[in-house]
């Protein structure tokens, strides 16, 4: 097992049942319990673009908007959007690469008894080969990881490819290269946020940029109309 995020892991407070919160504080900040999930604001302002609270209310506007019947979270890290789908009553799924993470959503999903929430421990391309699809899936601050450092595509329009053969509806969250992450692991690539927007309008009907929580982290919804016309 490859532990990747240790301050993740060591982060967690496992409840019980009848009311008992497990508490996430991470890169995720969220409180579970049996029949509520409660996405927290982060702890200090050194990561802003990963505060649950904020993002997890823009999360639920998408959802109504969308409104899928089926939902996946490709690099769902520690399950909120997974276990806040399936409170909703949305059969969700998330996948992680990190199979410490997948363990620990599936020991929280056991507690807290979310039997709407599943968790698949694979990468984007072992995955892309099966085949289910959902309606809706969320990618949130992976796919500059994906260009050019866990799995190595670099080629853009066949990642964003990839992505629109799993899901007909996607909200990505992408840095772009001046984003200081960003750029840590897309230099010397021909990374760049317009070369998502060009690929993606290869692939949806519609792309909206919707402000992120930071300049450098903008949303996209990539829409296929025909399908929720």
Same mark, same amino acid.
């Given at each position: 097992? +490859? ?18 919160? #497990? ?14 999930? @409660?996405?927290? %604001?982060?702890? #200090?302002?050194? $990561?802003? *673009?990963?505060?649950? +609270? ?8 998408? @959802?109504? +908007? ?17 276990? $806040?789908?399936?409170? @909703? ?17 599936q020991a929280i999903k056991a507690r807290h008894s979310y039997e709407q929430a599943n968790f698949k421990n694979t990468n984007l391309e072992t995955w892309c080969s099966e085949d289910d699809s959902y309606d809706f899936m969320t990618v949130f601050n992976v796919i500059h990881h994906l260009y050019n450092r866990t799995e190595q ?22 840095? #772009? ?7 840590? *692991?897309?230099?010397? #690539? ?33 829409? %296929? %109309?025909?399908?929720?016309?």
């Amino acid at each position: 097992m +490859k532990i990747l995020e240790r301050g993740d892991i060591d982060s967690i407070s496992f409840g019980g049942h009848d009311g008992l919160a #497990t508490t996430v504080a991470g890169y995720q900040n969220y409180m579970i319990t049996d029949h509520n999930v @409660l996405a927290q %604001n982060n702890r #200090t302002a050194k $990561r802003p *673009w990963t505060d649950t +609270k904020i993002k997890g209310e823009f999360f639920d506007k998408i @959802l109504k +908007k969308v409104s899928p019947k089926t939902y996946v979270d490709f690099g769902s890290n520690l399950g909120y959007y997974v276990f $806040r789908a399936a409170q @909703l009553s949305i059969p969700a799924v998330g996948i992680d690469y990190n199979l410490e993470y997948i363990s620990i959503c599936q020991a929280i999903k056991a507690r807290h008894s979310y039997e709407q929430a599943n968790f698949k421990n694979t990468n984007l391309e072992t995955w892309c080969s099966e085949d289910d699809s959902y309606d809706f899936m969320t990618v949130f601050n992976v796919i500059h990881h994906l260009y050019n450092r866990t799995e190595q595509y670099q080629d853009m329009e066949r990642l964003v490819g990839d992505f629109a053969s799993k899901a007909k509806n996607i909200l990505f969250e992408v840095p #772009t290269e001046n984003d200081s992450k960003g750029h840590k *692991w897309t230099m010397d #690539t021909s990374y760049s946020e317009q070369l998502f927007v060009e690929s993606a309008n290869k692939f949806f009907d519609s792309v909206e940029c919707i402000p992120g929580q930071t300049a450098h982290r903008p949303y996209y919804l990539c829409l %296929n %109309n025909k399908v929720y016309n």
